[in-house]
């Protein structure tokens, strides 16, 4: 009886080794992971407001009209390395809707979060995370600063996104309003797309 006891004993004794081992492999991953959250929102910009432009258009590599479907232009993309600066060349709200919550809130803030995915599980670097700013000036949209966007897909869905957004804010504001645009989804995933064709 008693050998059983010893057995059962040094079974559990075992048991607890091979789990306090876990645990402590668990807490080093848990630290590490926290280190990476800390390095990760300390690069997130902060959407400020009433700045002042900062990036000149003479920078820019390649400048797009963003049109709408009536041909006026709605903004100026101006595209470096891995950057966009968007300029309004019409008066926007900067908190209508389309633009706050299905342009900033929904669509930004939803490539960010799965930027920090990826940032988690070492498939990109802290510093590739895509980050952005928005300038306004008394409630009027002066700039959209976007950096890190890495990839030519993406690109195409951020040019088709704010369109989207600046036409939706475009027809709420003409007296005659043009016809609604494609669903911008649709239009991003489309084949044989010129991506600078707006």
Do not use: C
Not at 70 to 76: E, H, I
């Amino acid at each position: 009886m008693e050998e059983v006891f010893f057995v059962m004993r040094k079974g559990l004794e075992e048991r607890i080794i091979i789990l306090e081992a876990k645990l402590e492999s668990i807490q080093f991953f848990l630290r590490e992971l926290l280190v990476k959250l800390e390095k990760i929102d300390s690069l997130e910009f902060p959407k400020e407001e009433g700045e002042e432009k900062v990036k000149s258009q003479t920078e820019a590599k390649q400048v797009v009209d963003i049109k709408a479907e009536d041909g006026a232009v709605l903004a100026k993309a101006y595209i470096s390395n891995g950057e966009i600066v968007i300029e309004p060349q019409k008066d926007f709200d900067v908190n209508y809707p389309a633009f706050k919550k299905f342009f900033v809130e929904k669509f930004l803030a939803a490539k960010v979060n799965k930027d920090r995915e990826r940032a988690i599980l070492n498939e990109i670097t802290p510093d590739q995370i895509l980050t952005y700013r928005i300038y306004d000036k008394n409630g009027t949209l002066k700039q959209i600063l976007i950096r890190n966007y890495r990839e030519e897909r993406r690109l195409k869905e951020i040019h088709h996104a704010v369109k989207w957004s600046l036409q939706k804010a475009y027809e709420k504001q003409s007296s005659n309003p043009v016809p609604k645009s494609e669903d911008w989804k649709k239009s991003a995933v489309e084949e044989n797309v010129n991506p600078y064709s707006f």
